[in-house]
């Protein structure tokens, strides 16, 4: 998630994903063992092995990119696991990792869904000083007023409209609606599904502080060699305009190797 404005305190993003090897070396998406994942109830599984594995790759790399933020979805069952804070401030202490540096996500429909285990949550994330992001942002009928609610850092609009703003006037009046609206709540706001110049150009017209989306960067693996920011967004990035303010062997048995608690062997995906 590269920030476009250079304001102060916007600093570069990177989401952590996940893909799954097969036995013959195949990488399998989301969509193909995530709804595996949650039949057998190893979603919460699959976050706290997240969370660990995450901690101890920032743990062996050092404090090479301290200004990075690392973005770490959390499922459902998850956001109502009660324990969830406790285990995060016990990987944080044994891997030494600032808090600062990990945002955790949860999706909008998931959201209004739990919106008091939520607001719960995101005060208890900010206590120890994680940040918290709300995605999909747009893909519920009515979002109403539950943003005013809850008390995040950054919205991630949802990426079919931005995606179509350049040639769908009705849902490029709702995405600089729902970035306004973002930012007089002082909200970071991200566009997602930024996949060319033309959407890139529209969504700094419009003042994101952040854009992400394969015209930015592609998925790959998580590597600390390298700074997480891309500089040849700079070059697209258009200084003159005028910003206004206003993803053989079944899935499940594969999964039950991956995800044990103690397993630290598989690669993330950024």
Known sequence: MYPLSGTAGDRPHTEILLRLEDQDGKLLLPN???????????MRTIDRWTIRKLCNQIAEAGDKFPGVIYEVNLSESSL?????????VQELSF??????????CITETVAISHLPRLKELIKQLKSIGCQFSLDGVGAAQSPGDYLQELPVNYLKLEGNLIQSIT?????????KNLNKAGQ????????????????LEETQRMGFNYVQGYGIERPHPLSF?????IPW???????EIAIDPEKSQSSGSILS???SENSLESPLTV
Do not use: H, W
């Open 80 to 88: 109502c696991d009660r324990y969830l804070i406790d285990f995060l």
């Open 184 to 199: 007089n709540l002082g909200i970071k706001t991200i566009a997602t599904y930024v996949e060319n110049s033309d959407i």
């Open 32 to 42: 193909q063992f995530m709804p595996v994942a949650k039949r057998y109830n190893l």
């Open 225 to 229: 060699e390298s700074p997480m920011y």
């Open 95 to 104: 891997y030494k990792t600032p808090p600062e540096m990990l945002c955790f």
């Open 233 to 239: 967004v700079t070059k697209l990035v258009i200084p």
């Open 257 to 259: 190797k991956v995800v």
């Open 167 to 175: 040639n769908n006037s009705r849902n490029l009046t709702a995405v």
